[in-house]
């Protein structure tokens, strides 16, 4: 039995391949007294060819999934997709435009270790005008006494049985007196192109002009209070809004689909209802006015159009997902008054290349600059206390960052892939380290983990190809599984006396290592693999524990050494 115990790490790993048993990453066999002993390959990521199609209804294209390492064991992947009523994705990657306007993300998820990428997905809309008149229709609803003329233009199939049916010759537009709540009459009718809504009005109602995809202009007075959810849906011609400071409500989906709006203007407070501009991508102006004081959920998400914004001195909070997707925002000033920024508020904003968080933000969410990969550096204000999952995953261009000393957390993949980032100082009231918090950092060259760190989470540091020096505290009781793996530049390293357990792959594929130093006399426990595909020659132990490592840690007996 001796002969073929030197390849497992314990007595229970061995026995177990004799007796056929499977093991967590190892597939074992015994074929004539000899026990084969294979490592499973772990994915470590995926990556699709495209993040971001335009597809009209009906058209058809397939992504592509490269998952890494290219030996994986197991490449299996599912699809999903986001909004099924604008695209959907079969198992096999395509994707098929069933919407005539809207946006879907399609996501691609690995089988094993739950990787992820994502295709932002947008409808193309390429109806055609075929013919303009004019028509008589009553001022007011149920059948008003006074006529305006209004011009129409649109195509087969619009509704135009909603108002009268006749007409003249000459170009006027639509006057509404009073409250037009009611007004859902107008819905459908796709060839009206101006209206014009009297002063006296104070509400615009649920679904009142959705559908008139030819309306060019309107005005909304000052005194509405009130505009109900798709009162404007599928306005696709109207290219300017001006929304007035006295509105409080917005309903849902005011203004989807409204495809051709550029200019937008708000001097209303309640851009906080969900999802106002959500998807516009036409959008290149916006302007807020003195009197908002927030920026609500999804305000402008995947408005990829707009390039600036101004936002003024009034506003003190910027909410989940924001301008998430504003892949040409190229510049934003955050106000002095802002106390918090929103989960995914700046999610994908690429073209973002610098951004100041003023000192009164206390509270940075989960995504809030994941992917802006255009942004080089960042400092984060005293206040700020800790630093969620994936804050800055995927921020490529970034070089470097300043931790203020009151962080004392870093979540889940907060800087994952920062491929530029050379160096960061973690200051020394961070307790914890999160999951692949600094995972693919390709360029961080050295690293040194404060006193008060207690654990390493799951690939923390993996693929940080270019980390020469790594100091672990004495504080760490636990490195997690892949911490370190693919970290080639390593030389060695120094594992302190509290640390108790070493995860699965802590180290693996650091092909620079050569010698490790284990202060603990008493051995931690290993995980699988944890020292696989390295070149250490030379494990160095307390001088009075050299047996018990030896015993303990069996595959590694003939390289262990005492400290000098």
């Not at 056929?20 to 994915?43: A, C, E, Q, R």
């Not at 594992?495 to 792959?505: F, K, L, N």
């Not at 426990?525 to 030379?538: E, H, P, Q, Y």
Request: aromatic share 6%; net charge negative.
């Amino acid at each position: 039995m001796a002969k073929y115990l030197k390849k497992f790490e314990t007595q229970a790993a061995y026995e177990a391949a004799q007796s056929g048993l499977i093991l967590p990453n190892v597939s074992l066999t015994v074929d004539n007294n000899t026990v084969h002993y294979t490592p499973l390959v772990k994915v470590t990521s995926v990556t699709l060819n495209k993040n971001e199609l335009s597809l009209s209804n009906g058209e058809t294209e397939t992504l592509v999934a490269t998952i890494l390492p290219s030996n994986a064991n197991n490449k299996n992947v599912t699809w999903s997709s986001s909004n099924d009523s604008v695209a959907t994705v079969s198992n096999n990657g395509l994707v098929t435009a069933v919407g005539d306007s809207g946006n879907a993300d399609i996501t691609v998820t690995t089988e094993d270790g739950g990787f992820t990428d994502m295709c932002a997905v947008s409808i193309k809309n390429n109806k055609a005008i075929t013919y303009t008149a004019t028509a008589k229709i009553p001022t007011t609803y149920g059948g008003g006494n006074g006529l305006d003329t209004a011009t129409f233009s649109g195509t087969t199939g619009q509704r135009l049985s909603m108002v009268s049916h006749t007409f003249e010759n000459g170009v006027g537009t639509v006057t509404f007196n009073g409250d037009i709540a009611v007004f859902g009459r107008m819905q459908g009718c796709s060839g009206l192109t101006s209206i014009v809504i009297s002063d006296s009005v104070t509400s615009i109602g649920m679904n009142a002009f959705n559908g008139c995809r030819s309306l060019q202009s309107i005005n909304i007075p000052s005194g509405v209070t009130s505009i109900g959810m798709n009162a404007f849906n599928g306005c696709s011609s109207l290219t300017s809004i001006n929304i007035p400071s006295g509105v409080t409500s917005i309903g849902y989906n005011a203004f989807n689909g409204c495809g051709g709006l550029t200019e937008v203007t708000i001097n209303s407070n309640n851009i906080a209802n969900s999802s106002t501009f959500s998807g516009l991508t036409s959008i290149q102006s916006v302007t807020i006015g003195g009197n908002v004081t927030s920026i609500g959920n999804s305000a402008f998400t995947y408005c990829s159009g707009i390039t600036s914004i101004t936002i003024p001195d009034s506003v003190t909070s910027i909410g989940n997902s924001a301008f998430n997707s504003c892949r040409s925002l190229q510049s934003i000033n955050i106000p002095s008054g802002v106390t918090s920024i929103g989960i995914g508020a700046f999610n994908v904003c690429t073209s973002l290349t610098s951004i100041v968080i003023p000192s009164s933000v206390t509270s940075i969410g989960d995504y809030a600059f994941q992917s802006c990969t255009g942004i080089t550096s960042i400092n984060i204000p005293s206040g700020v206390t800790s630093i969620g999952m994936n804050t800055f995953n995927g921020c490529s261009s970034l070089t470097s960052i300043n931790i203020p000393s009151g962080v004392t957390s870093i979540g889940n993949s907060a800087f994952n892939s920062c491929r530029s980032l050379q160096s960061i100082n973690i200051p020394s009231g961070v307790t914890s380290i999160g999951t692949q918090a600094f995972s693919n950092c390709r360029s961080l060259q050295s690293i040194n983990i404060p006193s008060g760190v207690t654990s390493i989470g799951n690939s923390a540091f993996s693929n940080c190809t270019s980390l020469t020096s790594v100091t672990i505290p004495n504080s760490v009781t636990s490195i997690g599984d892949y911490a370190f793996s693919s970290c080639s530049g390593l030389t060695s390293i120094n594992i302190p006396s509290g640390v108790t357990s070493i995860g699965d792959y802590a180290f693996s594929s650091c092909s620079g290592l050569t010698a490790i130093t284990i202060e603990a006399n008493i051995p931690p426990t290993l995980g699988v693999n944890v020292f696989s595909d390295t070149n250490i020659s030379a494990i160095y132990v307390p001088s009075t524990s050299v047996e018990a490592y030896k015993d303990s840690w069996s595959y590694y007996a003939s390289r262990i050494q005492p400290i000098a």
